[in-house]
C-alpha cells in the first residue's frame, strides 16, 4: 500500500479523499492555488503546496507543479478527482513516467473513452447497446442531413470532445439542421479544441441511467447498480438517485451483465461510469466517465462501499475480493447537490458563508469543504456541498431529505436549497415520474 498520496483537486472530493486515506493510514499531500490558501482540504491534509495563482489553467490543471510538488513531497501516488486533470489522458501518462502512480484508469483507456465517438463504437463492438446516430464522426452537412433523415427528427449535433453539457445542439426539423450544425461545431472548437461533431437521435422523454463499475488490475470486474441523474439543467445533474424509481432488480442486473462483460473484455481497471439513456425499456450508451463521479456517495451508501478505497486499493495493485453475487443493495439513497447560486437564475453567488449548520441526524451524510468564515472563491465550480440521506425506502429517503433540508442553515452566499425544498415536496417528483426534460420544464412553471 502506498504511504503518501498527492490530491489533486480541491474543494469536497479533495476532502472526500483525504477522508479516506486517513482511514488507510495514507499520509495525504493538498496541493493548493493562492486563492485556496485557507480551504478545508489544505487545513486536513498532512502537507500542503501551494501550486499557482488562482485561475485553474496555472493551479489545478498545472501538470508540471503538481508533479514538482509529488516529487518534493516524496508522494508515490496522485488521485485526480473529478473535473480539472482526470480525464487527461497526457496527465494520466506523464505522472506514470514519472515513476508514480496515477489512481485511475490506463491513460490509453482515458482516451478512448475521452473522444465519445470511439467510445461508442468501442462499446458498440462490445456488444453494447447506443442511440441510433451516425457511424462515427460526421465531416459535412450533407451527410448530417443523411443521417437526420434516415433516424428521424428531433436530432442531436454532438462534440466528439463534449464534457459539461457544451457543444450539444437539438435540430427539431431539417430547417433547424445547419444552424444546430454550425452553432455546435464553434462551440466544440472553441471549448475543446476540436471541432469533430457526431448525430444522435434525440430522445424526447429518457431517464438518465449510469453504472458505476469497478476493474481490478487481475481481470475481476463488478457493477454497484445504477443511479438515475434524470434531474439536470442545461444537462447538468442537480439531484440524483440510487436506485432508479423505475427500473427493476431484473432490468439491473440485464445492463450490469453487459456492461461488466464489456469492460472485462476491454481491460479496464479502477473505477468507470457508463452513461445511458433510458427509454421505453430500453439502454442506449451515451458516454462513459473514467472516473469518481461527484454522485458517487449514493452508491456507497445502498452498497455499504467505500469507493475512493476501493480506487486506491485496486492502484496498488490488490484484488477486488469479492465478486458481483457479494454486491446487495439495501436502501434507497438521494443526494441534493447545493450550489451556490441563485436558486430562480442560476446566477453564481460565491462571497462568505456567515453561518453554516449542516444536518444531522440518522442516514444523513454532507461531503462539503465549507465552514462558518469560508470565501467561497469565484474562480471555481459553484458546488459547495452535498447533502446525502439513506432510508429504507423512497418515500422514506424523500421524508429524511426534506428534514435534512429544513435544518441546513448556509447564510452569506445564495444557494439552491429553496429550489431542492420545492423539488422534494413536488408529487411528480415523488411518485418518481420524470425524465431528463423535466427539471427545466419545473424551474420555467415554478420562477
Ligand atoms: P456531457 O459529456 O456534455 O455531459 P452527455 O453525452 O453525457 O454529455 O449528455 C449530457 C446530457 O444530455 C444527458 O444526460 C442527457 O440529459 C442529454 N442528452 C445527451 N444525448 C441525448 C440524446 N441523444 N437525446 C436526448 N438527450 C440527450
Redesign the pocket.
Known amino acids: 500500500m502506498f504511504s503518501k498520496i498527492l490530491i489533486a483537486n480541491r474543494g469536497e472530493i479533495a476532502l472526500r479523499i483525504l477522508r479516506a486515506c486517513r482511514e488507510m493510514g495514507i499520509r495525504t499531500v493538498a496541493v493548493h492555488s493562492t486563492a485556496d490558501e485557507s480551504a478545508m482540504h489544505v487545513r486536513l491534509a498532512d502537507e500542503a503546496v501551494c501550486i499557482g495563482p488562482p485561475a485553474a489553467r496555472d493551479s489545478y490543471l498545472n501538470v508540471a507543479a503538481i508533479l514538482s510538488a509529488a516529487t518534493i513531497t516524496g508522494a508515490e501516488a496522485i488521485h485526480p478527482g473529478y473535473g480539472f486533470l482526470s480525464e487527461n489522458a497526457d496527465f494520466a501518462e506523464t505522472v506514470e513516467a514519472h515513476g508514480l502512480t496515477f489512481i485511475g484508469p490506463t491513460a490509453a483507456h482515458i482516451r478512448t473513452m475521452g473522444d465519445?465517438i470511439t467510445a461508442k463504437t468501442t462499446m458498440q463492438a462490445l456488444g453494447v447497446p447506443l442511440?441510433p446516430g451516425s457511424d462515427g464522426e460526421l465531416t459535412n452537412l450533407d451527410e448530417a442531413r443523411d443521417v437526420a433523415s434516415k433516424v428521424g427528427y428531433p436530432v442531436?449535433i454532438?462534440a466528439a470532445a463534449?464534457?459539461?453539457?457544451?457543444g450539444?445542439k437539438v435540430a427539431h426539423s431539417e430547417a433547424e439542421l445547419a444552424e444546430a450544425w454550425s452553432v455546435a461545431r464553434t462551440e466544440a472548437l472553441a471549448a475543446f479544441g476540436n471541432d469533430a461533431v457526431y448525430l444522435?437521435?434525440?430522445?424526447n422523454r429518457?431517464r438518465?441511467i449510469e453504472l458505476q463499475i469497478l476493474g481490478d488490475t487481475h481481470g475481476n470486474v463488478v457493477h454497484f447498480g445504477e443511479r438515475d441523474c434524470s434531474l439536470?439543467r442545461r444537462?447538468q445533474k442537480l439531484l440524483e438517485e440510487a436506485g432508479s424509481p423505475v427500473l427493476s432488480p431484473e432490468e439491473r442486473d440485464a445492463i450490469g451483465a453487459t456492461a461488466t462483460a464489456a469492460l472485462a473484455t476491454m481491460g479496464y481497471r479502477n473505477a468507470g461510469t457508463l452513461?445511458f439513456?433510458y427509454q421505453d425499456g430500453q439502454f442506449s450508451f451515451?458516454?462513459m466517465n473514467t472516473r469518481l463521479q461527484v454522485e458517487h456517495p449514493v452508491t456507497e451508501v445502498v452498497c455499504d462501499i467505500d469507493l475512493v478505497r476501493e480506487q486506491i486499493r485496486i492502484a496498488a495493485g490488490e484484488k477486488l475480493g469479492y465478486t458481483q453475487s457479494d454486491i446487495t443493495f439495501s436502501g434507497h439513497a438521494i443526494e441534493c447537490r447545493i450550489n451556490a447560486e441563485d436558486p430562480d437564475t442560476f446566477i453564481p453567488s460565491p462571497g462568505t458563508i456567515e453561518v453554516f449548520h449542516p444536518p444531522g441526524g440518522p442516514g444523513v451524510r454532507i461531503d462539503s469543504a465549507i465552514y462558518a468564515g469560508y470565501r467561497v472563491p469565484p474562480f471555481y465550480d459553484s458546488m459547495i456541498a452535498k447533502l446525502i440521506v439513506h432510508a429504507p425506502t423512497r418515500a422514506a429517503a424523500i421524508a429524511r431529505m426534506q428534514r435534512a433540508l429544513d435544518e441546513i442553515v448556509v447564510e452569506g452566499v445564495k444557494t439552491v436549497i429553496p429550489l431542492h425544498r420545492r423539488i422534494l415536496a413536488d408529487p411528480e417528483f415523488q411518485r418518481g415520474d420524470y425524465t431528463?426534460h423535466w427539471l427545466e420544464q419545473f424551474t420555467s412553471r415554478n420562477r
Open positions: 465519445k442511440v442531436l454532438k463534449g464534457g459539461g453539457g457544451r450539444m444522435e437521435k434525440y430522445l429518457p438518465h439536470q444537462h452513461e439513456l451515451i458516454e431528463i
